[in-house]
């Protein structure tokens, strides 16, 4: 069911692309109703899928990503009319879907009680805060884009295909906004989950940089747009390091980091953990959830039980 809800989701997402990258050609707007429905009916699906995810490793984390930046087109086509962001957001949501598919998603959803409410609290708002710096950055780019066929006077497909500058510039600013705080909040319960259930932060220095780094710049693109009132290409190019600042800490992955996620492989169901409970095994491997974690308990509850008397004696 995980996966035919995931398929049907797929499928959905790639016909609005198809739509909005058709439409884009011909140099015309995808019917309203028809740029809502479609995407809708994908993310109606999609959401099913995920409540039925268990939100540990990369594949649930590409899904979650992938809804949101549909949902967020369907705000950006409802609230400010900007149907061109659907030229970025779905094909960008078909392939994660795509990718996420292919990564494998583990079923079986958590539930909210102790760790696991700061740990999936923790997933929703920093991969919401990632969608909205997405949604900022292609705002952005379309505004660059219309400003330049404005400068340049050429009114044709790509002039009749985008929306306002204006709108384009309000969009821009509202999906900034709310994307940092949804990424510091993002943090902060990383921080609280990790002091509180996993006994301390565990974090290489070179990542803390990156993480302080990328807060900074993202923080002073909202600056200057809230305090200093930057709007039009300034605010735009802004967003668009901002957002280049988000992705460059988001894959830059080096040989520390590939060996620590080797580490964080589950030793019952091996899936990778990169997102590991609180409990730990004698020798230090995270466990993918308590799930996990009572059946290895059950598991050398049986290999002792068939151990002859002298053996468990050794062991004790």
């Not at 398929?7 to 019917?31: D, K, Q, S, T």
């Not at 009916?41 to 949101?68: E, R």
């Not at 505004?143 to 009749?160: E, M, N, V």
Request: some cysteine; overall charge positive.
């Amino acid at each position: 069911m995980l996966f035919n809800l995931h398929l049907i989701a797929l499928a959905l997402y790639g016909v609005a692309a198809a739509l909005a990258l058709e439409a884009f050609a011909r140099g015309r707007r995808v019917l309203r109703p028809l740029a809502l429905a479609v995407p809708s009916a994908g993310a109606a699906f999609h959401v099913a899928g995920v409540a039925q995810l268990a939100l540990v490793g990369v594949a649930p984390a590409v899904s979650m990503l992938a809804l949101f930046l549909v949902l967020l087109q369907l705000v950006s086509e409802r609230v400010f009319h900007a149907s061109a962001v659907a030229l970025f957001t779905a094909p960008l949501a078909t392939g994660l879907v795509g990718l996420a598919l292919l990564l494998g998603l583990p079923p079986g959803a958590a539930p909210l009680l102790g760790g696991n409410a700061w740990l999936i609290s923790h997933i929703t708002l920093s991969v919401l805060g990632l969608a909205l710096l997405a949604l900022a950055f292609i705002a952005a780019a379309l505004y660059l884009l219309q400003f330049r066929t404005l400068k340049a006077k050429r009114f044709g497909q790509i002039f009749l295909s985008l929306p306002p500058l204006e709108r384009l510039d309000s969009l821009n600013r509202s999906a900034l906004v709310a994307g940092f705080p949804a990424l510091t909040a993002g943090v902060v319960l990383a921080v609280g989950y990790a002091l509180r259930f996993a006994g301390g932060i565990h974090v290489d220095k070179a990542q803390v940089v990156w993480g302080l780094f990328t807060w900074v710049v993202v923080g002073a693109a909202v600056w200057l747009r809230v305090v200093r009132h930057w709007a039009g290409r300034r605010a735009a190019i802004a967003s668009i390091a901002a957002f280049a600042a988000v992705l460059l800490n988001h894959v830059d992955i080096g040989p520390a980091d590939v060996e620590a996620v080797a580490v964080n492989r589950c030793q019952v169901c091996d899936r990778i953990c990169l997102y590991p409970t609180a409990i730990y095994s004698t020798s230090g491997t995270p466990y993918c959830g308590e799930t996990c974690w009572e059946e290895h308990l059950d598991h050398l509850r049986s290999v002792y039980e068939e151990m002859e008397p002298v053996e468990r004696k050794g062991r004790l």
